[in-house]
């Protein structure tokens, strides 16, 4: 019996041709070749049919490329230059990840190693209770309501694949509308999990327009993202946006998500959060997602929270063991440390005023316009009307050949093209030389 690969390329969207190998009775539909030898008594082989040719997910392929690594690229060629860059491009803190609480990782590393399990400890548990309850005064059941993560990006990515029914699924949810300018991971696992991203427009206070949530699209939505502080623009939201929200999604019933990554990082008064806008018990149709990483300086450790909707911690419990994202334990004790502990948060929030406060006069004496810019550690500087076309990306260049890293917000969304986002994350004495360079070229 012959085989051969019968296929050439394969185009996106048209159908896999197979291998053509034959076994049993429908070998003879195969004329020609094995149903003549049939025909002649030959017995034939019983294989396993061979799927079609290997392929990787085809909406890999609609990834939009990772902001970061646009920067990165040339960023390497001037240092090769021997030009010092000072990084305001990326918000990966730089300040001290608090001793007590590595610490508390160091004495928890134990002789064996054993598996983490997914669900968690109960003490972690526990204090991700307390602090929710003391930060926004919700009765979170430790059990029910919350959940360790490894970090908000991975709670964030694998949110979408339990709400998101497979494609072809009748009635199917298709859409999840995330923010026109938003942090990458919600769009792109949307694009992974074969959904459609429905891009939520900001008003001219940065905030999502929740207008634009029509019975059309509401009733297509499976979640909506929101994100206070929001990343770029550093706009806060008040808690009657999350009580529109809700409403929405119990008229349509889809599920609101709220990505509360900087919460603690605020200058006048604390950020509100989703789960203070529910008003049954088990938080339905909500979801918070919050992390160590920037209220902690811990982005290394990967330690986060999810918390609300018993149903979707319910089934977060159900997946999670399956797919690897258990925390290990001595992060998990870290993690107790610092959810329990607020001095070292006040004295972090301290840090950035000074930075947030040395980098507003700059933008005063240089006449240029900050939007939003309430909470996280972002700036969002309007570009300058001198620069050709008010091109983020022209005036992020000039900044970047002085050294100066910020991010075009247009690698964000098109909303984003004429602002850069400036992240206070260095260390005071290099943002005060950063401002030094930036006060004698604008
Ligand atoms: C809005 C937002 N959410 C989540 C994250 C990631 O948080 P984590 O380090 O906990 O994964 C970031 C990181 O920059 C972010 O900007």
Same mark, same amino acid.
């Given at each position: 019996?012959?085989?051969?690969?019968?296929?050439?390329?394969?185009?996106?969207?048209?159908?896999?041709?197979?291998?053509?190998?034959?076994?049993?009775?429908?070998?003879?539909?195969?004329?020609?070749?094995?149903?003549?030898?049939?025909?002649?008594?030959?017995?034939?082989?019983?294989?396993?049919?061979?799927?079609?040719?290997?392929?990787?997910?085809?909406?890999?392929?609609?990834?939009?490329?990772?902001?970061?690594?646009?920067?990165?690229?040339?960023?390497?060629?001037?240092?090769?230059?021997?030009?010092?860059?000072?990084?305001?491009?990326?918000?990966?803190?730089?300040?001290?990840?608090?001793?007590?609480?590595?610490?508390?990782?160091?004495?928890?590393?134990?002789?064996?190693?054993?598996?983490?399990?997914?669900?968690?400890?109960?003490?972690?548990?526990?204090?991700?209770?307390?602090?929710?309850?003391?930060?926004?005064?919700?009765?979170?059941?430790?059990?029910?309501?919350?959940?360790?993560?490894?970090?908000?990006?991975?709670?964030?990515?694998?949110?979408?694949?339990?709400?998101?029914?497979?494609?072809?699924?009748?009635?199917?949810?298709?859409?999840?509308?995330?923010?026109?300018?938003?942090?990458?991971?919600?769009?792109?696992?949307?694009?992974?999990?074969?959904?459609?991203?429905?891009?939520?427009?900001?008003?001219?206070?940065?905030? @999502?327009?929740?207008?634009?949530? =029509? &019975? *059309?699209?509401?009733?297509?939505? %499976? /979640?909506?993202?929101? $994100?206070?502080?929001?990343?770029?623009?550093?706009?806060?939201?008040?808690?009657?946006?999350?009580?529109?929200?809700?409403?929405?999604?119990?008229?349509?019933?889809?599920?609101?998500?709220?990505?509360?990554?900087?919460?603690?990082?605020?200058?006048?008064?604390?950020?509100?959060?989703?789960?203070?806008?529910?008003?049954?018990?088990?938080?339905?149709?909500?979801?918070?997602?919050?992390?160590?990483?920037?209220?902690?300086?811990?982005?290394?450790?990967?330690?986060?929270?999810?918390?609300?909707?018993?149903?979707?911690?319910?089934?977060?419990?159900?997946?999670? @063991?399956?797919?690897?994202?258990? =925390? &290990? *334990?001595?992060?998990?004790?870290? %993690? /107790?440390?610092?959810? $329990?502990?607020?001095?070292?948060?006040?004295?972090?929030?301290?840090?950035?005023?000074?930075?947030?406060?040395?980098?507003?006069?700059?933008?005063?004496?240089?006449?240029?316009?900050?939007?939003?810019?309430?909470?996280?550690?972002?700036?969002?500087?309007?570009?300058?009307?001198?620069?050709?076309?008010?091109?983020?990306?022209?005036?992020?260049?000039?900044?970047?050949?002085?050294?100066?890293?910020?991010?075009?917000?247009?690698?964000?969304?098109?909303?984003?093209?004429?602002?850069?986002?400036?992240?206070?994350?260095?260390?005071?004495?290099?943002?005060?030389?950063?401002?030094?360079?930036?006060?004698?070229?604008?």
């Amino acid at each position: 019996m012959t085989s051969s690969i019968v296929s050439g390329p394969r185009c996106r969207g048209a159908p896999r041709k197979v291998r053509d190998r034959r076994t049993g009775p429908d070998a003879s539909a195969n004329k020609g070749r094995c149903g003549e030898r049939h025909a002649a008594g030959i017995i034939p082989h019983v294989t396993t049919p061979v799927p079609a040719p290997f392929g990787l997910n085809r909406a890999i392929a609609d990834l939009r490329p990772y902001a970061f690594t646009q920067l990165r690229a040339r960023q390497d060629e001037l240092a090769a230059q021997g030009v010092r860059l000072i990084n305001f491009g990326v918000g990966d803190p730089e300040d001290e990840t608090p001793q007590f609480i590595r610490d508390a990782l160091v004495a928890s590393i134990t002789p064996a190693s054993r598996y983490p399990t997914a669900a968690g400890l109960p003490a972690l548990k526990q204090a991700i209770a307390s602090w929710l309850s003391r930060r926004f005064g919700v009765t979170v059941d430790p059990e029910r309501h919350a959940l360790p993560a490894n970090g908000a990006k991975e709670a964030l990515y694998n949110l979408t694949s339990l709400v998101l029914d497979p494609p072809g699924t009748p009635g199917r949810r298709d859409l999840v509308a995330v923010p026109e300018l938003a942090y990458q991971v919600y769009g792109d696992s949307v694009i992974l999990h074969h959904g459609e991203v429905f891009p939520l427009p900001l008003g001219s206070d940065w905030l @999502p327009d929740l207008d634009a949530i =029509t &019975p *059309e699209i509401g009733r297509r939505l %499976a /979640i909506l993202w929101l $994100n206070s502080p929001h990343n770029p623009t550093g706009s806060v939201a008040p808690v009657a946006h999350y009580r529109r929200a809700l409403d929405l999604a119990h008229q349509y019933g889809f599920l609101v998500a709220s990505d509360e990554a900087y919460s603690e990082l605020w200058f006048d008064a604390p950020p509100a959060g989703l789960l203070q806008a529910c008003t049954d018990p088990d938080f339905s149709h909500a979801i918070v997602v919050n992390t160590l990483s920037k209220r902690s300086n811990m982005t290394a450790y990967r330690s986060g929270l999810i918390a609300g909707d018993a149903r979707v911690i319910a089934a977060m419990k159900n997946v999670r @063991p399956r797919i690897g994202v258990a =925390t &290990p *334990e001595f992060i998990q004790k870290a %993690a /107790i440390a610092a959810w $329990n502990d607020e001095v070292h948060v006040e004295a972090q929030r301290a840090r950035y005023a000074v930075r947030r406060d040395l980098f507003l006069d700059l933008c005063a004496r240089k006449n240029l316009t900050v939007e939003a810019s309430q909470g996280a550690f972002y700036l969002w500087i309007r570009v300058p009307d001198r620069v050709p076309g008010r091109d983020a990306r022209v005036f992020a260049s000039e900044l970047l050949d002085n050294g100066i890293i910020v991010l075009p917000g247009s690698f964000m969304g098109p909303r984003g093209s004429e602002y850069v986002r400036l992240a206070f994350v260095p260390a005071i004495e290099t943002c005060r030389d950063a401002v030094a360079i930036l006060d004698r070229i604008l």
